[in-house]
């Protein structure tokens, strides 16, 4: 059985925890492939809200087996929290949640570090979650990492002690103490406890479970936009969002990939420094923000907002084979008038190019805008596609004819409720 791989398009936060979630009991495995606390997955259903950073998105269904793969980084304090929350709310994990031994630890002095580097950064700061994540993908590159499996290794504290040591030398480089001493007894106890999960060779379970015909589903975390390569860089993060990472971030080989799901809003949106061509600084990028409720699930900053943008999105799409898009918070703009869409840029020399441009040029490019009508109608309430309003119907077939992938969903609201499928 094929696996399938759902990554956000644009700068992270597109909706991906709400699709997995809708998606999940199709599937047997949902498995994340990369990124770590950085990540903030909502999910909402019977009234509750959950936010998921760690945790893969298909926790809440007890068919489902749960893999946390190589290509995480993992902190365990985080992960705990996490785990001890859905324990509260009465959620049984124990036997579904398996953890590749590959992921890498987050240690303190990682998320020291993050801290660190980024004040050194001045002027030029990524805007990092600050949860450690560059300083890890840093020691796994560096091969100095910590991973999982080596917890359960009686020389696990000597090691820990020794990338202390290290990453002191670097704090001290920038003039700096990691100080963590607060905080390396609450990580020596999610050390024990995560020493009690099912910590194991992920990459044999899950092609296992190909063998055994289980349905895989790859939950990516933060956007195309972001990836280390090709995102816009520097100010990404440090590992591969797109589709290629599920294969390294899980050791699935190319050939069990089917569908790729991408995942996009209605608009667009960034947190964080970098590079924003459609961004709106007036009252309308305003206007979504409050809408939308565009603040981090992780860390709670406003985020950047703008119109959607065709270049981007063609990029991602090329970058990732995306064979089908899901298009979320398209109840956001329902009080628009008007609905922008980014065709193509015009570059200072005069020129247009449809292409995503280098860093250097994208912060120059003016966007060139197709305008559309809006809906002006309540879209929470539609349950059928068919009685979605014509200029929403029209808004999809124009992303549809210059994306030339089909849209399959279109979220009208957070609940898993509220999700159209369309044909
Ligand atoms: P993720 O990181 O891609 O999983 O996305 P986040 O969870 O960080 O951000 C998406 C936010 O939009 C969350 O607060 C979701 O509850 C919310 N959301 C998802 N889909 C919709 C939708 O169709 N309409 C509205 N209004 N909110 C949505
Ligand atoms: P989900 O999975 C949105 C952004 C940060 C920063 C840059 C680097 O919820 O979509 P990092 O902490 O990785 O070093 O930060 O990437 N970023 C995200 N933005 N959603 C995310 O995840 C993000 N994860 C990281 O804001 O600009
Ligand atoms: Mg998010």
Redesign the pocket.
């Known amino acids: 059985m094929p696996v399938d791989v759902l990554v956000?398009l644009q700068?992270?936060?597109?909706g991906?925890?709400k699709i997995v979630d809708v998606l999940a009991p199709t599937y047997d495995v949902v498995a994340r492939f990369q990124?770590g606390p950085?990540?903030?997955?909502t999910l909402f259903f019977d009234g509750v809200k959950h936010v998921l950073h760690q945790v893969p998105s298909g926790i809440f269904h007890p068919h489902i087996i749960n893999v946390v793969g190589n290509g995480v980084v993992l902190d365990p304090v985080v992960f705990r929290g996490e785990l001890q929350k859905l324990t509260d709310r009465g959620i049984q994990w124990g036997d579904n949640l398996f953890i590749s031994q590959k992921a890498q630890l987050i240690l303190p002095s990682h998320r020291a570090l993050?801290r660190i580097l980024e004040e050194a950064r001045g002027g030029g700061k990524?805007?990092?979650?600050?949860?450690g994540?560059?300083p890890t993908y840093q020691d796994k590159v560096g091969r100095t990492g910590l991973r999982v499996g080596d917890v359960l290794l009686p020389d696990f504290k000597e090691r820990y002690t020794e990338a202390v040591a290290r990453h002191a030398q670097l704090a001290a480089f920038y003039k700096q103490d990691l100080a963590i001493e607060a905080y390396e007894d609450e990580f020596f106890s999610a050390i024990e406890f995560l020493r009690t999960l099912q910590l194991t060779n992920t990459e044999y379970l899950l092609n296992d479970l190909l063998q055994q015909q289980k349905r895989i589903l790859a939950e990516?975390?933060?956007?195309a936009m972001?990836d280390i390569d090709f995102g816009t860089y520097p100010?990404?993060?440090?590992s591969s969002t797109i589709v290629a990472g599920a294969c390294t971030g899980l050791g699935i080989a190319p050939h069990h990939i089917d569908k790729v799901y991408g995942i996009s809003k209605a608009y667009c949106t960034?947190?964080?420094?970098?590079p924003f061509p459609t961004e709106l600084h007036d009252e309308v990028g305003e206007q979504i923000r409050q809408a939308g409720h565009e603040f981090?699930?992780?860390?709670g900053?406003p985020r950047r907002c703008g119109w959607v943008d065709l270049p981007a999105l063609r990029y991602s799409i090329m970058l990732n084979g995306v064979t089908e898009i899901h298009l979320m918070k398209a109840d956001v703009l329902d009080e628009f008038d008007e609905i922008r869409v980014c065709t193509h840029y015009q570059l200072p020399n005069g020129e247009t190019t449809d292409q995503f441009p280098d860093y250097g040029t994208l912060q120059n490019v003016t966007p060139v805008y197709h305008s559309l009508p809006g809906w002006r109608t309540t879209l929470q309430e539609i349950t059928e596609p068919e009685a979605l309003p014509q200029p929403l119907k029209d808004y999809l077939h124009y992303l549809e004819e210059n994306l030339l992938v089909p849209i399959r969903i279109v979220s009208v609201g957070p609940d898993r409720v509220s999700t159209l499928h369309l044909n």
Do not use: C, M
């Open positions: 956000g700068w992270g936060d597109e991906k925890g990124g950085n990540a903030g997955h993050d990524i805007g990092s979650t600050l949860k994540i560059g990516g975390a933060q956007g972001l100010f990404v993060t440090s960034r947190v964080g420094s970098g981090g699930s992780t860390t900053r």
